[in-house]
């Protein structure tokens, strides 16, 4: 696969109790991780995430819940290499899946542009590659927390959660930031607490029943997308839209499309055809020509900017009828 990254050896050292390590990689070809802003930003839920931060000297931040406990992830671009430290339990892990995250599975050569609009973004956006986590639960809850609401109240909602029931990041992660809740967290959090952090029952129970078998949901990180996809619509409340979102993330999948989505068919109607009616039928066709890249098709199509002129103000999209 194009564009593969080649980890330095790594030093391990022990400060103040938490294990950091640290490795160094050559960058795949020119144009490939240069943009850690747009590879790694989808997984930032608002400005006030406390588990990602972006710090003035261009390093990104993540507190990650991975398989073997919290770790920290600190990743910035340094004279035309990746440059990482971890800390925590998670450390070893959040290394080894290191050049997963920065794109380094994703092949952006597999996608053909085929119209004016494409070609120019694709051009202008070269850094652009798919990150893959490999953990399914971190983007799964916020992006049900995010079922038909606004922006501004699932973010809340996700941070006034993390805060109160996830843990300080570990190693010198810049103030504020934590890990979220595990599983058994997540699936204990009282009713009243919810209902503080704005959660209404529905989508907190869809969030519990995904906690209580977050085993076999973090399985779908080593499938191919549709058969993920497939793992977590099992979950009643996890439809379409919120499993594309999720597995976009968790499995850095270029072709799953976002369905049932209130904006993305007008966005992609108007900017393919000049039709801000599109449905989620007529949207699929337009981009059965990027099959196997439709999603990245969609991303190039959010960055170019051209978008139909609103009506109403944004709201987040959900599932539809609770799909």
């Known amino acids: 696969m194009a564009g593969r990254f080649a980890p330095r050896p790594t030093r391990t050292t022990v400060r103040g109790g938490d294990l950091r390590t640290t490795v160094r990689g050559d960058l795949p070809p020119p144009g490939a ?24 000297d261009g390093s990104v931040w993540r507190a990650s819940r991975t398989p073997d406990g919290p770790g920290t992830l600190r990743v910035r671009i340094e004279a035309g290499e990746a440059a990482a430290e ?75 959660l993390v805060r109160k029931f996830g843990e300080p990041a570990p190693g010198p992660a810049p103030d504020g930031m934590c890990v979220m809740p595990d599983a058994r967290a997540w699936a204990r959090i009282p009713s009243w607490e919810w209902h503080r952090a704005n959660v209404d029952g529905k989508r907190s129970a869809t969030i ?33 839209w919120t499993s594309a979102e999720t597995i976009q993330r968790s499995n850095g999948a270029p072709d799953e499309v976002t369905t049932g989505d209130l904006h993305l068919p007008g966005i992609v109607g108007w900017a393919l055809a000049g ?4 449905d989620d039928e007529a949207m699929l ?18 960055l170019s900017g051209r978008v139909p002129p609103r009506r109403a103000p944004r709201r987040t999209p959900g599932d539809i009828a609770g799909l």
């Open 285 to 302: 066709e337009l981009l059965a020509p990027y099959a196997g890249q439709r999603h990245r098709a969609a991303r190039l199509i959010l």
């Open 86 to 160: 971890t800390w925590g339990p998670g450390a070893d892990w959040l290394r080894e899946h290191l050049p997963a995250l920065l794109g380094a599975e994703d092949d952006p050569a597999a996608f053909v542009p085929r119209h004016k609009l494409l070609l120019a973004t694709h051009r202008r956006r070269p850094g652009l590659r798919l990150t893959r986590t490999g953990l399914v639960l971190e983007s799964l809850i916020p992006s049900i927390l995010e079922q038909k609401v606004t922006t501004h109240e699932a973010y809340g909602s996700w941070r006034v």
């Open 33 to 56: 991780v240069t943009d850690l802003g747009l590879t790694l930003g989808p997984l930032r839920r608002g400005p006030a995430d406390p588990t990602f931060r972006v710090t003035p």
């Open 208 to 240: 519990v029943r995904a906690a209580r078998v977050a085993a076999r949901l973090e399985e779908a990180a080593l499938m191919d997308p549709p058969a993920a996809r497939k793992r977590l619509e099992l979950i009643p409340g996890i439809g379409p």
């Open 275 to 278: 039709d801000r009616t599109t």
